[in-house]
């Protein structure tokens, strides 16, 4: 696999699979790669042709300082987990490619974007969507594949990708769990051991909150008492648990529901969400 720093080489190897008529996933990542990162790349790679893998640790969407640093930078070992699935190409630029002394644009979705991980982290969705919209339009790829384990990420990213009429499909990718119920993340190996065995509670509790309101359930009841259990395991501060439609994040309505969470073990903050 090759590994390009610079937008110019990017698009270089890109242009030369376009002449031979080959299509592109594109699987933007901050790295320290699990196998829910490298599931996207399998589903990209059953989309297209060529599979492009970014790793920018993007500074513009971390709210905390001690977050951004603490975040793990594990490039060589990443570059392994993708040769070995055979990732065509893997585009790793620093910051000073991605944001030049002179950048002065900022891509910020309204709405959708200041809802819960919105309102949680202030700046996070502007910095995310300014970088996707960045990634997107450097690589132009078919597709690109981002987790539903970043469920409203992923609704933000469509969002903008829509109104910006960039031209290119934004499809979603299941999210891959431990045995227990977690949900794989860079920010896992930072949990204690105490803390591990407690965070499947995350899972659980939407769990069962999904299957109360399908049952008919008051949502605001039900995430109640989904935050009461949350305490009663450890988790503080819960950022919010919340049942809402699926696609706006807003109130729920009569289409498809999405429950969702953040809340914090010890010094790791955890989210997660499930079809409502
Ligand atoms: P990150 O490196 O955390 O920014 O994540 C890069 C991409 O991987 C995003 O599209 C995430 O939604 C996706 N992702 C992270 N964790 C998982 C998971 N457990 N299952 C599926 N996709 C994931």
């Given at each position: 696999m090759k590994i390009v720093r610079t937008v110019a080489h990017l698009r270089e190897v890109i242009r030369a699979w376009r002449a031979s008529g080959e299509t592109v996933a594109l699987i933007p990542t901050m790295g320290a790669l699990h196998e829910g990162h490298l599931s996207l790349v399998r589903l990209g790679r059953e989309r297209c042709r060529r599979t492009v893998a970014t790793l920018f640790v993007n500074p513009?969407?971390?709210?905390q300082p001690s977050d951004l640093a603490a975040y793990p930078r594990t490039e060589e070992s990443d570059a392994e987990k993708l040769t070995a699935i055979d990732c065509d190409l893997l585009f790793a630029p620093d910051a000073a490619e991605m944001y030049p002394p002179s950048f002065a644009t900022n891509v910020s979705v309204r709405g959708i974007g200041e809802e819960l991980e919105g309102a949680a982290r202030p700046g996070h969705f502007d910095g995310v969507a300014t970088v996707v919209s960045k990634l997107l339009l450097q690589a132009l790829p078919d597709v690109a594949i981002f987790g539903e384990k970043d469920w409203q990420q992923l609704q933000v990213i469509k969002r903008f990708a829509a109104d910006l009429n960039i031209p290119v499909a934004i499809e979603g990718a299941p999210t891959v769990r431990d045995a227990d119920g977690l949900a794989l993340s860079s920010?896992?190996?930072?949990?204690t051991p105490a803390d591990r065995s407690k965070a499947p509670l995350l899972h659980a509790v939407l769990q069962r909150v999904a299957v109360a309101v399908r049952a008919g359930a008051d949502p605001a009841e039900a995430v109640n008492g989904a935050r009461r259990e949350l305490a009663a395991g450890?988790?503080?501060?819960?950022d919010y648990i919340e049942v809402r439609?699926?696609?706006?994040?807003?109130?729920?309505?009569?289409g498809p529901r999405r429950v969702l969470a953040a809340a914090w073990l010890g010094q790791v903050r955890l989210i997660d969400n499930i079809p409502g």
């Open positions: 513009k969407q971390f709210n920010r896992n190996v930072r949990l450890g988790f503080e501060p819960i439609d699926g696609e706006t994040l807003g109130p729920p309505g009569p």
